[in-house]
T-cell receptor, first 118, second 115 residues
Framework: DTGVSQNPRHKITKRGQNVTFRCDPISEHNRLYWYRQTLGQGPEFLTYFQNEAQLEKSRLLSDRFSAERPKGSFSTLEIQRTEQGDSAMYLC????????????????FGAGSRLTVL | KQEVTQIPAALSVPEGENLVLNCSFTDSAIYNLQWFRQDPGKGLTSLLLIQSSQREQTSGRLNASLDKSSGRSTLYIAASQPGDSATYLCTVPMYSGGGADGLTFGKGTHLIIQP
């Protein structure tokens, strides 16, 4: 296992199209997170899963966005009817409790999927 | 909910200088604080994690300090090198008490080390 894997790395689409990103977390991690990062900003939390359960969703996650983690392993993030404002880097991270650091929740990030909406 | 501020937003210094990046957060009841590095167009690499009970952590030329009571952390980079050029992000748990509910990030400090 080489870490968190995200695909595709870059997606260019026209406004109004649907796009889907996939994240494969580190296999033993039960928590999975999606973040969005726009140019010049830090990553912003979108949602997270513990196993297959989606436990929290940010207000940033409009009804055009849906995330799933059906079997508690990989996750998908779908954006419907894309808008130019959706252009961003979508980052996935996974975690498990870090026993060496007294239970700290240490996240490992993937390389991200960059979305460009024309 | 936490808010994280990083100063300066950008920094350009000659190679070899020692430098300090600053981070402040609004809620001092944090479980831990973490510094990440991000190279252009890439994901995040964890540099240092400081637990709430700790005052500092060191890794090579990097030293991160934490002052919970004042809501501040600093990242000290000694003898900077061109390879240190990147964006440095400070982050704390989104809500008091930490837990599994994700992180709040600052906007980052964009660092350029001139050869």
């Amino acid at each position: 296992d080489t870490g968190v894997s995200q695909n595709p790395r870059h997606k260019i689409t026209k406004r109004g199209q649907n796009v889907t990103f996939r994240c494969d977390p580190i296999s033993e991690h039960n928590r999975l997170y999606w973040y969005r990062q726009t140019l010049g900003q830090g990553p912003e939390f979108l949602t997270y899963f513990q196993n297959e359960a989606q436990l929290e969703k940010s207000r940033l996650l409009s009804d055009r966005f849906s995330a799933e983690r059906p079997k508690g392993s990989f996750s998908t993030l779908e954006i419907q009817r894309t808008e130019q404002g959706d252009s961003a880097m979508y980052l996935c991270a996974s975690s498990s409790r870090d026993r060496e650091n007294s239970g700290a929740n240490v996240l490992t990030f993937g390389a991200g999927s960059r979305l460009t909406v024309l | 909910k936490q808010e994280v501020t990083q100063i300066p937003a950008a920094l350009s210094v000659p190679e070899g200088e020692n430098l300090v990046l600053n981070c402040s957060f609004t809620d001092s009841a944090i479980y831990n604080l973490q510094w990440f590095r991000q190279d252009p167009g890439k994901g995040l690499t964890s540099l240092l994690l400081i637990q709430s009970s700790q005052r500092e952590q060191t890794s090579g030329r990097l030293n991160a300090s934490l002052d919970k009571s004042s809501g501040r952390s600093t990242l000290y980079i000694a003898a900077s090198q061109p390879g240190d050029s990147a964006t440095y992000l400070c982050t704390v748990p989104m809500y008091s008490g930490g837990g599994a509910d994700g992180l709040t990030f600052g906007k980052g400090t964009h660092l350029i080390i001139q050869p």
